[in-house]
C-alpha cells in the first residue's frame, strides 16, 4: 500500500494527515515529537513538511527568497527567513539572537527560536538517517495554496475566518468531506483549524511529489554542507 502525508506542527508536536493510495483513504495523527514522527510514518513513501530543511551559515536561502517573491506583498510574508545553522547549538533566544548578530548583525525573533527546536530535531534526524533524504521533502503552505488556487496567493491571512474558507473550499475540491471531518476533530486532536488545513495542503504537494508534478523552488535546489536540499516544494 503506497502511503503519503501532510505533516505540520502543532502545540502537541506535529499533526500529520495521510492518505492511502488507491484507495484514497484518509487518516490523521499527532505525533509528541520529532523521532515518534519519523518512527511512526515510517512505511510513507513521501512525507511533506513544513519546516526548513537544509540549511546555510549565513545569509538567506534561495528558496525563502524565490517564495516571497512569487507570493507577492499579501502572502510573501508569511515565508519567514530560515535559521542559520549556527544558531542551532543556542540554549535560550537570547543566545540565539547573539549568536546571528554576531555573524549577520541581525537579531533573531522570538518568533523564529519558537520553531528552532522543531528544525534542530529534523535537522539531525535527516542527516542521521540517509533514507529520509528522498522521503521528507519541505514545503511552506502558502506556496502550496498557491498553486492549488491556480496560482494566485491567498486573499486573506489564514488566521481570518475569510482566509479560512478559502483555503478549506480549495482542500474540499482536493479532498472532499475528509476535511471537514477532520476539522470537526480538531478539538479531539486539540490543534487549531489552520494547522489541520496546513497540513492537507502539504498532503495535496506529497501527492505531486508522488506523481512528479509538483513544482520545486528554486528549480534546480543548492544543497547545504551535509548535502541537505534547500528547497520549497509544491
Not at 538517517?129 to 506556496?143: C, D, M, S, Y
Amino acid at each position: 500500500m503506497t502511503t503519503i502525508c501532510g505533516v505540520d506542527g502543532c502545540s502537541g508536536g506535529w499533526i500529520s494527515i495521510s492518505r492511502e493510495l488507491p484507495s484514497g483513504r484518509i487518516s490523521w495523527s499527532i505525533h509528541r515529537g520529532t523521532d515518534v514522527l519519523f518512527a511512526e510514518l515510517s512505511a510513507a513513501q513521501v512525507i511533506a513538511i513544513d519546516i526548513p530543511i537544509g540549511l546555510l551559515e549565513r545569509g538567506p536561502r534561495l528558496c525563502d527568497l524565490e517564495a516571497r517573491r512569487l507570493l507577492g506583498a499579501t502572502r510573501g510574508t508569511s515565508v519567514f527567513a530560515a535559521p542559520i545553522r549556527p544558531v542551532l547549538s543556542a540554549a535560550s533566544a537570547d543566545e540565539a539572537s547573539e549568536i546571528r548578530h554576531r555573524i549577520e548583525n541581525k537579531k533573531m525573533t522570538r518568533q523564529a527560536f519558537g520553531i528552532l527546536g522543531r528544525v534542530r530535531a529534523v535537522d539531525r534526524a535527516m542527516r542521521e538517517a540517509q533514507g529520509l533524504r528522498e522521503t521528507v521533502r519541505e514545503i511552506h503552505p502558502e506556496v502550496c495554496f498557491f498553486f492549488l488556487a491556480g496560482g494566485r496567493p491567498m486573499r486573506d491571512s489564514k488566521k481570518t475566518e475569510t482566509g479560512r474558507q478559502e483555503r478549506e473550499e480549495l482542500l474540499t475540491t482536493a479532498f472532499g468531506r475528509d476535511v471537514s471531518a477532520t476539522l470537526e476533530a480538531r478539538y479531539y486532536l486539540q490543534v487549531n483549524a489552520d494547522d489541520v488545513l496546513d497540513a492537507f495542503a502539504a498532503l495535496w504537494t506529497a501527492e505531486r511529489i508522488l506523481n512528479g508534478t509538483c513544482v520545486t523552488i528554486p528549480a534546480a535546489p543548492p544543497v547545504d554542507e551535509f548535502g541537505l536540499r534547500m528547497e520549497i516544494v509544491a
